[in-house]
């Protein structure tokens, strides 16, 4: 079992930056990776990016590439969102999950546990 708690949202203006963290915990949580997903008022959940349980890799929705950085402290038993140029359409609940696996996969039915989810809204 392994259990997720996201923090850090809330509310920022559009090309602000902002931070989130996933503090995971669990006898085999350093063995998981940790995938980060967002959903908006009325879509469907998305794929934001991942890293896995080294810390050393990590992928990124395209759509977001080149204004996010994942990164994961397992001695602090947290992983990072940081999101750069934030523009409205970037609003949502962003979660994160937990994944039993050595690769990456961007398929939320596969997570196993997630977080409750942190609001994230940006005004224009």
């Known amino acids: 079992q392994v259990q997720l708690a996201e923090s850090g949202g809330g509310l920022v203006q559009a090309g602000d930056s902002l931070k989130l963290s996933c503090i995971f915990s669990?006898?085999?949580?350093?063995?998981?990776?940790i995938g980060w997903f967002r959903q908006a008022p009325g879509k469907a959940r998305e794929f934001v990016g991942c890293?896995?349980?080294?810390?050393?890799?990590?992928e990124y929705a395209e759509s977001m590439e080149g204004r996010l950085t994942i990164s994961r402290d397992n001695a602090k038993n947290t992983v990072y969102l940081e999101m750069r140029g934030l523009t409205p359409e970037d609003t949502g609940v962003y979660y994160c999950?937990?994944?039993?696996?050595?690769?990456?996969?961007?398929?939320?039915?596969?997570?196993?546990?997630w977080g409750q989810g942190t609001q994230v809204t940006v005004a224009s």
């Open positions: 890293i896995n349980s080294s810390g050393y890799t990590s």
């Open positions: 669990g006898r085999t949580s350093d063995y998981y990776a």
């Open positions: 999950a937990a994944d039993r696996t050595m690769i990456l996969r961007r398929d939320a039915d596969v997570y196993d546990y």
